[in-house]
């Protein structure tokens, strides 16, 4: 009886935790992170130092600096301003600032202060491991938009954490809008709760 009542108590606990059914997948698939350096960038000088890089000012102002590791690539302005995408977590996002900042002071371009990194967007996908019935969803979430003829996903607005997520009746996830990676796995498990509570995933 003791066993039985312990276990009960376990159930609860972990229910207020909002545990679902099944664990979802969560892959983060990119960070976009801004940086300003608060001077001006002389980006043919960077050419001239690094000729691999992209820099074709007749189509577009910005320099495409290419990392291989961690893979990203990052926008250049002359005004200083630097935006990186491509990284695969808000760590690798910094590391590769930093990275190009010690890659342009080696090549010989003088930055005086330390950059100001701000995380912009984060973008992940998700598996719930289950079938999303997307027209009971359209009306019991709210503040969604769903047009299956246009498009077969359907659009979910989150107010906390504020994000947008694209939901599919395969059970799949993608979630944009992100500041923080916390911010993904909180938002993932919030919906997938609510799905579940309202009877909207149905698992094989």
């Known amino acids: 009886m003791l066993n ?5 108590c376990v159930c609860q606990y972990l229910k207020g935790f909002g545990m679902p059914k099944v664990k979802a997948v969560v892959n983060i698939e990119n960070v976009v992170a801004s940086a300003t350096l608060k001077q001006k960038v002389d980006l043919n000088a960077v050419v001239k130092s690094y000729p691999g890089v992209e ?3 007749e189509q577009f102002p910005g320099l495409v600096f290419r990392l291989k ?3 990203t ?3 250049i302005f002359n005004s ?4 990186c995408t491509g990284a695969k977590s808000e760590k690798e996002a910094k590391r590769a600032v930093m990275k190009i900042i010690k890659e342009l002071k080696k090549g010989g371009i003088i930055i005086i202060s330390k950059p100001e990194l701000k995380i912009q967007n984060i973008v992940a996908s998700a598996s719930l491991g289950g079938t999303i019935d997307l027209e009971r969803a359209a009306f019991e979430l709210g503040k969604t938009m769903y047009e299956p003829e246009q498009f077969p996903g359907l659009i979910y607005r989150m107010d906390d954490p504020k994000v947008v997520i694209l939901l599919f009746a395969s059970g799949k996830l993608v979630c944009t809008g992100a500041k923080r990676e916390q911010d993904v796995y909180e938002a993932v498990n919030k919906l997938h709760e609510i799905l579940e509570e309202k ?3 149905y698992y094989d």
């Open 4 to 8: 039985v009542f312990i276990s009960k």
């Open 55 to 57: 820099y074709r000012p």
């Open 69 to 71: 590791k961690p893979k």
């Open 73 to 75: 690539a990052t926008l």
């Open 80 to 83: 200083g301003k630097m935006v």
């Open 199 to 201: 009877n909207l995933i």
